[in-house]
């Protein structure tokens, strides 16, 4: 299959290119710098030169492959309404493109449902709809599709996608702690997060690419809730800081966009996905990748 892919060159897309190609698919991936093509290209993979805003290189893109996964997002966690803007756009352009020819639809999609009192399914609907929602609400725009002839498969990733190399949420986390002398976690700290290594993540990708039928949701979650002080409690043993706890409030301060969400309790299963496609994470817990040194540097 040739398969094109938005943010190819990033932390989880580098993973996904390497998976794709190691079985046997053929991968053209979107690049927005000469620095982006060259990693795309040591994968072995083709390079389609655009960005997130480019939307008819993106759409070029879709059309000439025989399936897409987009992974690509803005992060602007001062903006989040740009980034929200830019991902449902970009959703409506591939959705549009591939519109009645029944090829597969791969997209990042977000795990946190907060408020359920228990773990999250791929049964749960998302409560993010319309463009003023996050992520634009491409996830529930995305999935009208599957009745227009686009095989959509949203993948919901945990909100920590974990591994060497990792510049999401742990990594903002580590860096607060670093400038504030302490790991902070809210109140008890027995709110839990979900996590899957992102090798884990990538095999889901490319099972949901192969297998999954149309309009099915995927949890990519190893792990179904670490509790956030223990995340706490291992940052600070490798950075040489203390945990404490904090008011929910004020570390949503210190900790802009991110720092609400580590008073989420967002527990998550992936029971439906594992039995569906036969998903089995091995990867290294998140735990082990902080106590591994992955979270040391700045």
Not at 150 to 169: K, L, N, Q, S
Not at 260 to 282: C, E, H, V
């Amino acid at each position: 299959m040739h398969v094109f892919v938005t943010g190819a060159s990033g932390f989880i897309g580098r993973a996904v290119v390497a998976e794709l190609i190691a079985a046997g698919h053929e991968v053209t991936g979107l690049a927005r710098s000469e620095a982006s093509a060259t990693v795309i290209k040591e994968f072995g993979a083709e390079v389609n030169r655009g960005d997130l805003d480019d939307l008819d290189q993106i759409r070029q893109g879709a059309d000439a492959a025989d399936g897409v996964i987009h992974l690509a997002n803005k992060h602007d966690w001062a903006h989040p309404e740009v980034s929200n803007h830019a991902e449902r756009a970009a959703v409506q352009t591939i959705s549009d493109t591939l519109a009645g020819s029944h090829r597969p639809f791969v997209f990042a999609a977000g795990l946190a449902l907060p408020g359920l009192g228990r773990p999250s399914t791929e049964r749960d609907p998302n409560p993010a709809v319309g463009p003023d929602s996050p992520r634009g609400g491409a996830e529930n725009l995305a999935l009208t599709y599957a009745d227009r002839g686009v095989r959509v498969i949203p993948v919901r990733f945990a909100p920590t996608v974990h591994g060497e190399g990792d510049h999401g949420f742990i990594c903002i986390v580590a860096q607060a702690a670093r400038r504030r002398g302490a790991s902070l976690y809210p109140g008890e700290g027995g709110n839990r997060w979900p996590a899957v290594h992102r090798s884990d993540a990538a095999r889901l990708v490319r099972l949901g690419l192969e297998n999954a039928p149309a309009g099915t949701i995927l949890h990519a979650a190893a792990e179904e809730g670490v509790p956030v002080r223990r995340i706490a409690e291992a940052l600070a043993g490798r950075l040489g800081v203390p945990a404490k706890s904090a008011p929910a409030e004020q570390i949503a301060d210190e900790i802009p966009f991110v720092g609400r969400f580590l008073a989420a309790d967002i527990p998550a299963t992936s029971k439906i996905t594992r039995n569906l496609l036969g998903w089995r994470p091995t990867g290294p817990t998140l735990l082990e990748d902080i106590a591994a040194g992955h979270y040391d540097q700045p």
